[in-house]
């Protein structure tokens, strides 16, 4: 079981980024996943979830309205868009599913 994040990056303030999280070793789309985010000195939080059958998201109001889960189920990929970003969005970004966490991808937002 694995997960790979990827697509992380430097971007100016309002910008965009789209983060993937291919897993393997099971099949995503029949769990939950989430992205997580963790900046330097604070702990790890929730910033997307989107549920298996019904596919129901859940987003906190810190991203509401400018981040999306998705799910690609014939690539058995997810992924995380990410728009008009804030130097408060930098941080450590983690996908999860079936319990399992990936490596992580830094994205810094910044000019």
């Known amino acids: 079981v694995q997960l790979v994040e990827s697509g992380g990056g430097l971007v100016q303030p309002g910008g965009s980024l789209r983060l993937s999280c291919a897993a393997s070793?099971?099949?995503?789309?029949?769990?939950?996943m989430s992205w997580y985010r963790q900046a330097p000195g604070k702990e790890r939080e929730l910033v997307a979830s989107?549920?298996?059958?019904?596919?129901?998201?859940v987003y906190p109001d810190s991203v509401k309205g400018r981040f999306t889960i998705s799910r690609d189920n014939a690539k058995n990929t997810g992924y995380l868009q990410m728009n008009s970003l804030k130097p408060e969005d930098t941080a450590v970004y983690y996908c999860r599913g079936y319990g399992n966490w990936g490596q992580g991808t830094q994205v810094t937002v910044s000019s």
């Open positions: 989107v549920t298996s059958a019904g596919g129901t998201t």
């Open positions: 070793g099971f099949t995503l789309s029949w769990y939950t």
